[in-house]
């Protein structure tokens, strides 16, 4: 949180101006992004589900050599067997459609 990083300077009149902040945020992506999460959740849903396998296994594929393409030092970080990293896609595939429910 900010508070951590400013203790000696935080005070109640921050906390307040931090709270308005969020409330406003808040608000605003409700107002922007409302009842369309249902909408985008089914979706999304509905396209992760249409994978077979082999199609499944080509999206992992690709998924880290476009990853590692555009981010080549994370190879020096993700010095993983492949079956690892299969796993890893699938525990974001799961974790996006999380993020909509």
């Known amino acids: 949180s900010l508070r951590s990083l ?9 906390e307040v101006a931090w709270g308005w ?8 992506l409700n107002s922007q992004i409302g009842g369309k999460l249902d909408r985008q959740e089914r979706a999304l849903t509905r396209f992760m589900s249409s994978f077979g396998d082999d199609m499944r296994m080509l ?30 896609v699938d ?6 459609l999380d993020m909509y429910r």
């Open 59 to 88: 999206y992992r594929q690709q998924l880290f050599v476009k990853f590692f393409e555009m981010a080549p030092k994370s190879v020096h970080y993700l010095k993983q067997s492949t079956t690892r990293l299969h796993f890893l």
């Open 21 to 28: 902040l969020w409330e406003t945020v808040g608000a605003l």
């Open 6 to 14: 400013l203790p000696k300077d935080w005070d109640s009149q921050h």
């Open 91 to 96: 525990k974001w595939m799961a974790m996006t």
